[in-house]
């Protein structure tokens, strides 16, 4: 997340939307972003995206960078080389397909592989819609097969605030930015804050880095 001067805005910031194909990466974002509602099936993605929204955090105006991935293993290199200077992500699978929560894991150790493991992530499950008896199959009383505790209990575990959403109905869509949105605001602003006690250290004890230099250059010293 970066600090900038931007009067349309106190931050921006880079985000990516990772999980399998078909989950709904894209149908959220459309939601989210263009107030489009999802009703049949989502073209795949092909390769990477992205998309421009602001989001206000306690009572800062974020300029969320959001980059939709490709859940296909083939443009698995192409997603890890847009991870540069990223702020958050958005973990995401369906509570219809046990496999795509399966496959959260691998994401996270991508992130962990590529130096991205300690930035700020929420899990978000999809198509909360369909959580719901289904009249047509007499075998199956219920479509959902990731229960909400399995799922908050895994994010918890890995660090992540967890979410449940709809692009059909566009029910909690706001909510996953919104709380990344807030973790990544929290984590700048304790940087901030230890820069400041730092500088403020320095200044009143400005010989204070220096005496330590020679006290090590010292013990290194023979008699």
């Not at 921006?12 to 972003?33: D, E, H, N, P, Q």
């Not at 847009?82 to 894991?105: A, N, W």
Request: hydrophobic share 30%; glycine share 8%; net charge negative.
């Amino acid at each position: 997340m970066q600090k900038t001067s931007n009067s349309a805005y106190d931050y921006r910031a880079k985000i990516i939307v990772l999980g399998s194909t078909c989950v709904g990466k894209t149908s959220m974002l459309k939601c989210y972003c263009n107030n489009q509602y999802t009703q049949g099936i989502e073209m795949v993605t092909l390769g990477i995206d992205f998309r421009i929204k602001k989001v206000v955090v306690n009572e800062k105006v974020i300029n969320l960078e959001i980059w939709d991935s490709s859940g296909l293993e083939r443009f698995r290199e192409i997603t890890l080389s847009t991870l540069k200077g990223l702020s958050g992500v958005i973990l995401t699978y369906s509570i219809l397909q046990r496999d795509t929560f399966l496959d959260l894991q691998r994401y996270l150790d991508d992130l962990e592989d590529r130096g991205f493991g300690g930035v700020p992530k929420v899990l978000v499950g999809t198509n909360i819609d369909r959580d719901a008896y289904d009249p047509s199959n007499e075998d199956q009383e219920l479509l959902r097969v990731i229960s909400y505790d399995e799922a908050e209990e895994f994010a918890e575990k890995n660090g992540m605030l967890y979410f449940e959403v709809s692009a059909r109905n566009g029910k909690n869509i706001e909510q996953p930015f919104e709380g990344l949105g807030g973790m990544m605001v929290e984590e700048w602003e304790s940087e901030k804050k230890q820069n400041i006690l730092k500088e403020s250290f320095m200044l009143r004890n400005p010989g204070n880095t220096e005496h330590k230099n020679k006290q090590s250059k010292c013990s290194s010293c023979g008699p």
